[in-house]
Nanobody, 125 residues
Framework: QVQLVESGGGSVQAGGSLRLSCTASGYTSSNYWMGWFRQAPGKEREGVAATSIGGPGTYYADSVKGRFTISRDNANNTLYLQMNSLKPEDTAMYYC??????????????????WGQGTQVTVSS
């Protein structure tokens, strides 16, 4: 059984930084995408960043390129999202997710089979 547990969310001022962590258990497909999605109130869930060690590589949404960095520690089954230069528009619930197979697209919600419970990120201006 796959379980994903996020941590590290919180409230920061614009320009600040946060680091999200996602500990995975029961998921051993390192070649598949693992990533972060976010959903702001009244908006659809969107792909933020994803990584696939030994597979397609790394994906970032245009809105976070240069500010967010995704990394993956396979030895400890942990996924990270370092978020710098945060903006109020980054405010959302952030979800860790793992792809269902090797054909998954990194920013397509339906291609991800496993989800964490979410961690809230709030950025104030």
């Amino acid at each position: 059984q796959v379980q994903l547990v996020e941590s590290g969310g919180g409230s920061v001022q614009a320009g600040g930084s946060l680091r999200l962590s996602c500990t995975a258990s029961g998921y051993t497909s390192s070649n598949y995408w693992m990533g972060w999605f976010r959903q702001a109130p009244g908006k659809e869930r969107e792909g933020v960043a994803a990584t696939s060690i030994g597979g397609p590589g790394t994906y970032y949404a245009d809105s976070v390129k240069g500010r967010f960095t995704i990394s993956r520690d396979n030895a400890n089954n942990t996924l990270y999202l370092q978020m710098n230069s945060l903006k109020p528009e980054d405010t959302a619930m952030y979800y860790c997710a793992a792809a269902r197979n090797r054909w998954a697209r990194p920013n397509r919600e339906a291609d991800f089979a496993y989800w964490g419970q979410g961690t809230q990120v709030t950025v104030s201006s």
